[in-house]
């Protein structure tokens, strides 16, 4: 029996590596902030939010074990006019590496905050060791080593925060009124859209379709990757709807910055463990995303660029080196110029249309899939989350641009 447990477990990794990408500081923060704003009213928002990116991801995961490449390849692929071909690759290319490169200190930064808070050293001096040691790990070249580190921490992050939601003692009919049945409260458009927006993550398509290739050699493993994808990123949507659900139980109708300041209110049920529990959840979550951000520049980059050999290839590393770099040297400093967000916020409102709607036109290319393009029935959903996707992504665009200017 445990022979068999131990078979099944081998399945999931690229999906894991999505899932714990996408819970970091600013997934944490925006949970815990839609509880404390808005109770479980937006619960059904996260639940959306996971269907599109299962959807997403695995026709992601379908373009790259059937063709054998990356997302990069076969976008590249798409076109024989030479001007649109470099303008779909720079485009896409420089607005994803630009993401993770503005984004990337924030994370470190958010990685920090669970132990400063325990031991009360400043952040800006442990964000630094942080990125040096994920530098270390993005020089070893392992895939296999990646995925192991990922799948840990997501099981580190569903202890944490699915206990501390259980300990927090919700109202269940709330709960599932909230989840099941779609409200709009006043205020909450932009909640909502942070909600899914940190959850779809353009970067995520080019490292699973690189992944998977890595994992599974044939359209075999098109069942193990499928459930890997539905697996893991369900468990990252429940990571989630913990964190929104503690924080409506515990500080609904508060204003909150950070996720920390669920410790003391769960002091009372927790005692001395409440710090320490928000802690390591917070750590696995910034480590997880800290670490996906420059793997996401570095896959992109290797993908639209044909590089060989993967995540041992030097020119990989080269990328990843600089993005967790200049994370290192920004974090130190404390610095996260909001202009810089604010430009990486509207270069990804700009990209995610434009990826959503490759995805789809790449899935549905016979020359490329084969056999394997989508039913009829999973381009109706596929458009219609393309459709959604693109809408925020273009609100994203415009509400960068309004704040910037």
Known sequence: MLAQIKEKLKM??????VTAS?????????ATRAGAGFGFA??????????????????????GIVTKQGLGENIRDLFDNVILKFAAVWIVMIAVCVGCAAYISGDLLGTSLGVAYLFGIPENYV??????????LGLSGSYKIIEKLMLFLIAVMCITFITTMIVSGPEILEVLKGAFIPGIPN?????????IGTTVVPYNFFIHATTVSEKWDSAEGLKESRWDTIVTITVGGIITAAILITAGALIHGREVTSIVELAAPLEPLMGEFAPLFISIGLFAAGFSSATASPMGAAVTVSSFMRWEGGFDNTKYKIVFALVIGLGIVTSALGLEPLEVLLFAQALNGLILPIIAILIMIVVNKKNFMGEYINP?????VGWAVAAVVSFLGIYSLVDAVTAFL
Not at 12 to 17: C, L, V
Not at 22 to 30: D, E, M, N, Y
């Open 12 to 17: 999931f990794g690229p999906g894991a590596i």
């Open 22 to 30: 996408f819970i970091g500081p600013g997934t944490v923060t925006t």
């Open 42 to 63: 937006l619960l059904w928002a996260i639940i959306f939010s996971i269907l599109a990116t299962i959807i997403l991801q695995e026709m992601v995961a379908r373009i």
């Open 127 to 136: 964000a630094p060791v942080i990125g040096v040691i994920i530098l270390l």
């Open 187 to 195: 205020g909450s458009i932009l909640m909502i859209i942070a909600l």
């Open 376 to 380: 009829l029935w999973l381009n109706i």
